[in-house]
């Protein structure tokens, strides 16, 4: 069915008085609308959906997301596990994130199976923990994470903790795509539902045992740690504010200070162009608290606080930015020297991070006796193998990719900026009390072991003329002849479209050439972009530098 058949299709069985209804009837003869509305089924992509809320088979509405938790439900059921063992459904600040997750509720109790219900916003990683401590089948979390502010998301989590993935993703898909937009899904009211027990509200003892979760992965404490270092918090308006100021004040710190722009939730986002800490414009707020109170170090975490950025005070009382390499590498080498000092590294210790993370942190793995694993991109893929490398014999040590998301412990099988923004900040603590600052330390790191550079390039393509600019982009990498590889200095090209080695399919490329840098191209799980990662290392700054200066000139003209 063609997108006007589609529209014409929605308009005919809306109501007249149904806001979906009146939102299209608002862009009737607008045919590019009408197109980017109707043109697909909005994607059962990256653990669930992600799109802009409106009406439309390729939005977020309350059609898109009754089809989806139907199609869950069904399968769910199929499965045959045990239905009281129940689905834990979290949300986030973000436009109709509560009625979201409500619906959900309701339509999975409809059918029989329990659901444990957050009361109010709370961080993904949380989420990922109560599904585990409860023994869920499954759980949703409505959140479009850090995506822009007309976006919202639906992510889905099986019963490791992580998000769906491989077979039941694909069995999640098949059931959905069964059911018609208008089909009424089964569904029990709120208030019957929770009085039957199919509902049940999650209390406080919940948010406890996730923050002392949290807590005990620390590595030092009390006077090990320079607990007057000032530092900024920033949630950027999101779900991190409770939970992060709660462990930090539990903790000792005692000049830990939070953006008050940005304390509360606000579903606009009206501080920043988006909520992405991965973009550094976004610590505005946070340098001038910072440069007010002297601070040593900036932490900011995205709405659903899975991600977690850094930015560190340099001599000049600036501030500098910290990519997703930097602050894995930071981490890893703070927690391996710990653990090494306490005599807890055993050898048999496992690293996992994406095919499109640097090797900055592999080489201090490979210093500190840790092995290393690589999977695709996102944490699906990243905290799914946690299950793999335990049956090899390996204890899990810590994961992360370049996009600012790090899971620093194996109880949350997701990013989980709380935590790790509590290991950065205990870090700087440590650190200061030795009399040395943050880029001390990455400064040392750099000569031990060599200066690598990394930068990414995005190019963004709305719509369906985009998506197909993104793919005519993909095969021009891909149908490139052994002859201009050899030209470009290239003498590596690994394509995941088949797999490859012990990694699964994925549309991505790997590029190495001879000198040792690297680049990779690949299509965004969550945007509508192309993104394009480039590596180099060296043993001085200003030759890995120009390696990646020459990599770039080499690759953005095609």
Not at 340 to 363: H, N
Not at 425 to 446: C, F, W
């Amino acid at each position: 069915m063609d997108a006007e058949k589609r529209y014409k299709e929605w308009m005919n069985r809306l109501s007249e008085t149904d806001p979906l209804r009146e939102e299209l009837a608002e862009i009737k003869g607008d045919e590019k609308e009408i197109t980017d509305r109707f043109y697909r089924d909005i994607e059962f992509g990256t653990a669930g959906l992600r799109g802009i809320c409106g009406a439309g088979t390729n939005r977020m509405n309350r059609l898109t997301v009754g089809r989806a938790t139907q199609g869950i439900a069904n399968y769910i059921l199929s499965t045959k596990k045990d239905p009281e063992r129940g689905v834990v459904i979290a949300y986030d600040c973000r436009h109709f994130s509560r009625e979201f997750s409500e619906q959900a509720a309701e339509i999975l109790a409809g059918n029989g199976i329990r659901v444990y219900l957050f009361p109010s916003l709370r961080p993904t990683p949380e989420l990922s923990f109560a599904l585990r401590k409860l023994g869920c089948i499954s759980g949703i979390n409505m959140t479009a994470s850090h995506n822009p502010r007309e976006y919202n998301g639906y992510k889905v989590y099986w019963e490791d903790g992580a998000q769906i993935s491989g077979a039941v993703s694909d069995g999640m898909q098949t059931e959905i795509e069964k059911l018609d937009y208008f089909d009424a899904p089964q569904r029990m009211a709120m208030e019957q539902a929770q009085a039957s027990g199919k509902i049940v509200m999650l209390s406080a003892d919940m948010d406890r045992a996730y923050l002392d979760y949290v807590e005990s992965l620390s590595q030092h404490s009390g006077s090990e740690l320079n607990l007057d270092i000032s530092a900024v918090y920033t949630p950027l308006n999101g779900a991190g504010s409770v939970p992060f100021m709660q462990m930090a004040e539990e903790r000792g710190f005692r000049n830990l200070h939070i953006v008050k722009e940005q304390k509360n939730p606000d579903p606009d986002f009206t501080t920043v162009p988006f909520p992405n800490p991965e973009n550094p414009e976004n610590f505005a707020y946070a340098e001038k608290l910072g440069q007010k109170e002297e601070a040593e170090l900036l932490i900011a975490t995205d709405p659903d606080s899975d991600r977690m950025a850094v930015e560190i005070r340099m001599e000049d009382g600036s501030y500098r930015f910290l990519n997703g390499n930097q602050t894995g590498a930071l981490l890893i080498y703070y927690l391996a020297s710990s653990r090494k000092e306490k005599g807890t590294l055993t050898g048999k210790q496992a690293m996992i991070k994406s095919i499109v993370t640097g090797d900055f942190g592999r080489k201090i793995c490979e210093d500190y006796g840790i092995h290393v694993f690589e999977t695709l991109t996102g944490f699906k893929n990243i905290c799914g193998k946690i299950p793999e490398v335990e049956k090899e014999g390996f204890q899990y040590f810590f994961g992360y990719e370049e996009s600012i998301g790090c899971a620093p412990g194996e109880a949350v099988r997701d990013k989980d900026g709380i935590c790790a923004g509590m290991l950065v900040l205990e870090m700087a603590a440590y650190y200061s009390a030795r009399g040395m600052h943050m880029r001390d330390v990455l400064h040392a790191l750099y000569e031990k072991y060599g200066y690598f550079k990394e930068d990414q390039v995005s190019i963004v393509e709305k719509g369906m003329e985009g998506a197909a600019k993104i793919q005519k982009i993909m095969d021009t990498f891909r149908n490139l002849s052994d002859d201009e590889l050899t030209k470009r200095g290239i003498r590596i090209r690994i394509d995941y479209k088949n797999g490859w080695k012990d990694i699964p399919p994925q549309n991505a490329m790997k590029f190495i050439r001879t000198d040792g840098s690297w680049f990779a191209v690949r299509p965004s799980g969550t945007e509508p972009k192309l993104k394009l990662y480039f590596y180099s290392e060296d043993v001085s700054e200003k030759a890995a530098e120009e390696k990646l200066r020459s990599m770039k000139q080499m690759v953005l003209p095609l």
